[in-house]
T-cell receptor, first 113, second 111 residues
Framework: DAGVTQSPTHLIKTRGQQVTLRCSPK?????VSWYQQALGQGPQFIFQYYEEEERQRGNFPDRFSGHQFPNYSSELNVNALLLGDSALYLC????????????FGPGTRLTVT | GNSVTQMEGPVTLSEEAFLTINCTYTATGYPSLFWYVQYPGEGLQLLLK?????DKGSNKGFEATYRKETTSFHLEKGSVQVSDSAVYFC??????????FGTGTSLTVIP
């Protein structure tokens, strides 16, 4: 049973650039959530996708956008990168009908220089 | 609003010592509560959960009881091992299916 996978593992970008991160959910899951985890902090909720639509959003600017595909995989896009965007980006999948615990991928480490 | 507060670390214990990591929450309604563990360089793994008051979640020797009266979900283990060294996150899940995480507590177990 394949778990949540994310790519790439690491990424280095320059301020002002744009980045796309990818996530494939656990087999059988239909909902994908994205989190930002700054060093030494807990994950902060960015947004959640279900049925190819953004269902919920945390307190993140519009520079953060996403997409979900018909096969439930998802992308996170960040435009106009800032130094403060450097973090571990985690993807989690779950089932909209429950159980609601989320299964996390290993994350993508983004460094903005 | 919704939030989770954990005891600050780092916590260092000797092998076979008793572990308690405190967690309290604020929420509208009655959230589900979780403990996740993160090993170095990895994502978060679900450790245990409780979905209603007085439920006890348990896994791998870890336990936590959902206490509505004190809005707490403290993590305990009777005898820690070196392999338990990791960062532990308490989290709540509200009715809107959104998770709120604490800041994490780093645990180091020394032989």
């Amino acid at each position: 049973d394949a778990g949540v996978t994310q790519s790439p593992t690491h990424l280095i970008k320059t301020r002002g650039q744009q980045v796309t991160l990818r996530c494939s959910p656990k087999s059988g899951h239909d909902t994908v959530s994205w989190y930002q985890q700054a060093l030494g902090q807990g994950p902060q909720f960015i947004f959640q996708y279900y049925e190819e639509e953004e269902r919920q959003r945390g307190n993140f600017p519009d520079r953060f956008s996403g997409h979900q595909f018909p096969n439930y995989s998802s992308e996170l896009n960040v435009n106009a990168l800032l130094l403060g965007d450097s973090a571990l980006y985690l993807c989690a999948s779950s089932l909209v009908g429950g159980p609601y615990e989320q299964y996390f991928g290993p994350g993508t480490r983004l460094t903005v220089t | 609003g919704n939030s989770v507060t954990q005891m600050e670390g780092p916590v260092t214990l000797s092998e076979e010592a008793f572990l308690t990591i405190n967690c309290t929450y604020t929420a509208t309604g009655y959230p589900s509560l979780f403990w996740y563990v993160q090993y170095p360089g990895e994502g978060l793994q679900l450790l245990l959960k409780a979905t209603k008051a007085d439920d006890k979640g348990s896994n791998k020797g870890f336990e936590a009881t959902y206490r509505k009266e004190t809005t707490s979900f403290h993590l305990e283990k009777g005898s820690v091992q070196v392999s338990d060294s990791a960062v532990y996150f308490c989290a709540s899940l509200n009715t809107g299916n959104q998770f709120y995480f604490g800041t994490g507590t780093s645990l180091t177990v020394i032989p």
